[in-house]
């Protein structure tokens, strides 16, 4: 079982390159999420999804773009990458099928734009 | 609009002596909170939950509405404590978490 898997873990851009993080779950969870940790501000939401065809933003979603098409991938565009989203994203899903459900979280992907 | 406030960024204690990260929240509704752990070179995953009542690796954390606060708390730390540690907020709908700023634990030996 291999829960949630981003791709790639790393990457480097240039100003202005656009480029898709990958987000995939194989647990048939309904919701799933994109966060940017940056140090001292903890996680922060970009955008989430609560079933296929259904997105919403979160709280920094400038500059990013999602889609969900199935249940099992969410990827997170870039549209025309810029310095201050230099950070480390992750991805995470979880089932609505009772409260206080655990959030289960990709590996990591570790974005550098210079 | 829900918030998760984590005043301390970093804790540093000796192996043995007792530690207590502290979370406080502020949310309109019945608040469901958890803490979240991030070891080294691993993905972030689930502490304890706070409906559970439960203790995990010797850390517990008690719900205070009245103060609400979620402070996590082990009496002993050990040196496979040290890691980032987040508290986080669930809304109602459980669609969205809201994070602390995170405290990173360091464990002396």
């Known amino acids: 079982n291999a829960g949630v898997t981003q791709t790639p873990k790393f990457q480097v851009l240039k100003t202005g390159q656009s480029m898709t993080l990958q987000c995939a779950q194989d647990?048939?969870?309904?919701?799933m999420s994109w966060y940017r940790q940056d140090p001292g501000m903890g996680l922060r939401l970009i955008h989430y999804s609560v079933g296929a065809g259904i997105t919403d933003q979160g709280e920094v979603p400038n500059g990013y773009n999602v889609s969900r098409s199935t249940t099992e991938d969410f990827p997170l565009r870039l549209l025309s990458a810029a310095p201050s989203q230099t950070s480390v994203y992750f991805c995470a899903s979880n089932t609505r099928k009772s409260a206080n459900t655990e959030a289960f979280f990709g590996q990591g992907t570790r974005l550098t734009v210079v | 609009a829900q918030r998760v406030t984590q005043p301390e960024k970093l804790l540093s204690v000796f192996k043995g002596a007792p530690v207590e990260l502290k979370c406080n929240y502020s949310y309109s509704g019945s608040p469901e909170l958890f803490w979240y752990v991030q070891y080294s070179r691993q993905r972030l995953q689930l502490l304890l939950r706070h409906i559970s009542r439960e203790s995990i690796k010797g850390f517990t954390a008690d719900l205070n509405k009245g103060e609400t606060s979620f402070h996590l708390k082990k009496p002993f730390a050990q040196e496979e404590d040290s890691a980032m540690y987040y508290c986080?907020?669930?809304?109602?709908?459980?669609?969205?978490?809201?994070f602390g700023g995170g405290t990173r634990l360091m464990v002396k030996p």
């Open positions: 986080a907020l669930q809304n109602n709908a459980g669609n969205m978490l809201t």
């Open positions: 647990m048939n969870h309904e919701y």
